[in-house]
């Protein structure tokens, strides 16, 4: 079972220092659920959920305070489940357990673009550091709040789509993959690309340090049938499809939609399709640096949910890829270059299908895991691990 990511249930009193003297902020519940199984486990994954738990608390109290830059007087979590500040815990010792961990919180605005201002976010770094018998632990986290990319004009200056018409747009950013000429050798590339082409150019938009959803005028979202542009990558910490995706390709069109996110949503019904000559196919990944830990499994898994199921239209009849209501916890996929550097790969959703995978590359979420359901973006809190 993956480890709950909100991980307290209590009031939590920080004094936020620098930009005010000193102010008091409540912070929203959190479940016990992680710190209880972390302490069964060793100083990293404690220092793992505690980091994360006082990001997110922070973040609940800066939407409440007006402030941009500042810092938190440090936090004391003891063994008894209580989050004191250390000048408390310090003065009053005996009223609580013996220190677990410390927790430290800064925070600074910070522009994704100088020349859009809008797009800026605000940059928390929560340090947890253990110190007991078995060593020390330290771990940072970074943490962005959600942003809302899904109105007419923000859409069409983040440039993925076009909002009118659906169309998937390239990203300004190239990468070139080298590939054999044999088509059905599949060979991998950088992101799981089967190409008769010598290379492939991968055309990938800015990454955006929060959540995208993506909302068309009631159009399909769709890939363009040509193929020096139709192999397009977004990334972002989480995406939301709110639309139908047609990712079908015709004739001598190779194409794909590659999506790198933590979280993936799509709330409508996904098209991709191998002809005998044409490919068009979803391709997953995960950000650099992002990731869950799952209990009895090994590297990094992100999530992603197909709301209305995968399909592959042939002819008269649909191939259905993955059911409606679908949810998983897929994995980091890395892989050595000819370089001898290690990539990360995506997963192709039609060589998915085919078998081409070793592994439990696509794991299900169980229905009584607290993951099953969609995240609700406005409820979101991105989180980057150093």
């Known amino acids: 079972?993956?480890?709950?990511?909100?991980?307290?249930?209590?009031?939590?009193?920080?004094?936020?220092?620098?930009?005010?003297?000193?102010?008091?902020?409540?912070?929203?519940?959190?479940?016990?659920?992680?710190?209880?199984?972390?302490r069964s486990t060793n100083n990293n994954t404690k220092a793992y959920y505690i980091a994360r738990s006082g990001a997110e608390a922070a973040i609940s109290a800066w939407k409440e305070a007006d402030v941009e830059n500042g810092s938190l007087e440090t936090v004391v979590f003891d063994d008894q489940d209580n989050f004191i500040l250390k000048s408390e815990y310090q003065d009053n010792?005996?009223?609580?357990?013996?220190?677990?961990?410390?927790?430290?919180?800064?925070?600074?605005?910070e522009n994704l673009n100088p020349d859009q201002d809008k797009y800026g976010h605000t940059i928390f770094t929560s340090t947890a550091k253990i110190i007991n018998s078995?060593?020390?632990?330290?771990?940072?986290?970074?943490?962005?709040?959600?942003?809302?990319?899904?109105?007419?004009?923000?859409?069409e200056d983040l440039s993925w789509y076009d909002y009118n018409t659906g169309q998937i747009l390239p990203g300004l950013n190239i990468e070139e993959t080298t590939v054999t000429e044999d088509f059905w050798d599949w060979l991998s590339g950088i992101f799981g690309l089967g190409y008769e082409a010598e290379t492939v150019e991968i055309k990938y938009h800015d990454q955006i340090y929060g959540s995208v959803e993506i909302t068309t005028d009631d159009s399909d979202l769709y890939l363009q049938n040509n193929n020096s542009i139709n192999k397009v990558a977004y990334s972002a910490n989480s995406i939301y499809f709110n639309n139908?995706?047609?990712?079908?390709?015709?004739?001598?069109?190779?194409?794909?939609?590659?999506?790198?996110?933590?979280?993936?949503?799509f709330r409508e019904r996904i098209e991709i399709r191998k002809g005998l000559t044409s490919y068009g196919?979803?391709?997953?990944?995960?950000?650099?640096?992002?990731?869950?830990?799952?209990?009895?499994?090994?590297?990094?898994?992100?999530?992603?949910?197909?709301?209305?199921?995968?399909?592959?239209?042939?002819?008269f009849w649909d191939n259905e890829i993955i059911a409606p209501g679908s949810a998983y916890y897929f994995k980091k996929i890395t892989e050595t270059n000819e370089s001898g550097e290690i990539v990360q790969t995506g997963i192709d959703l039609l060589?998915?299908?085919?078998?081409?995978?070793d592994g439990q590359v696509l794991i299900p979420i169980p229905a009584d895991d607290p993951n099953y359901s969609p995240p609700v973006p406005e409820e979101e809190y991105i989180i980057n691990w150093f």
């Open 1 to 38: 079972m993956l480890k709950n990511e909100k991980a307290f249930a209590m009031i939590f009193t920080l004094a936020l220092l620098a930009v005010v003297p000193v102010m008091a902020l409540t912070l929203a519940n959190y479940s016990l659920n992680s710190f209880q199984i972390a």
């Open 93 to 109: 010792p005996s009223q609580y357990g013996e220190m677990i961990a410390e927790i430290d919180v800064e925070f600074e605005r």
């Open 134 to 155: 078995s060593g020390e632990e330290t771990v940072k986290a970074r943490v962005s709040p959600y942003l809302d990319v899904n109105s007419q004009s923000k859409a």
């Open 244 to 265: 139908e995706l047609d990712l079908k390709q015709s004739g001598d069109n190779q194409g794909a939609l590659i999506t790198i996110g933590e979280n993936l949503v």
């Open 281 to 315: 196919s979803l391709i997953i990944g995960l950000p650099e640096g992002l990731g869950y830990q799952l209990d009895g499994y090994s590297g990094d898994f992100g999530r992603v949910y197909f709301n209305q199921g995968v399909y592959s239209p042939l002819w």
């Open 351 to 357: 060589r998915w299908d085919d078998g081409d995978y």
